[in-house]
């Protein structure tokens, strides 16, 4: 079993920026694509961007290519979302999630194995 820990939403200006983390427990996380997923007020989850187990591939939604950055610290059991040029339509609750032995595209497609609890991130204009 594992558990996903996010940290690091808030309150930002349209064109600040945010990173969220995300600590995982366990001693397979290499094992693991993660990513991450947001829901806005009324709207379905919907991917953002993932990362395969070693962090040599990533894939993004197009809604965020060139602002967003994943990354992951396979020593610190972390994954990273570096949140830059936000904008408002960027408000939603963001969601860590992992998946064994799959691509950051497989993770893109699938229902996740694990999921997070949730940070809130809010841009105003």
């Known amino acids: 079993q594992v558990q996903l820990v996010e940290s690091g939403g808030g309150l930002v200006q349209a064109g600040g920026s945010l990173r969220l983390s995300c600590a995982a427990s366990?001693?397979?996380?290499?094992?693991?694509?993660m990513g991450w997923f947001r829901q806005a007020p009324g709207k379905e989850r919907d991917f953002v961007a993932a990362i395969s187990g070693s962090g040599g591939s990533t894939y993004y939604a197009d809604s965020v290519k060139g602002r967003f950055t994943i990354s992951r610290d396979n020593a610190k059991n972390t994954v990273y979302l570096q949140m830059n040029s936000l904008k408002p339509e960027d408000t939603a609750v963001y969601y860590c999630?992992?998946?064994?032995?799959?691509?950051?595209?497989?993770?893109?497609?699938?229902?996740?194995?694990?999921w997070g609890q949730g940070t809130q991130v809010a841009v105003s204009s």
């Open positions: 999630a992992g998946t064994v032995r799959s691509s950051a595209y497989q993770l893109s497609q699938r229902q996740p194995d694990y």
């Open positions: 366990g001693r397979t996380f290499s094992s693991y694509a």
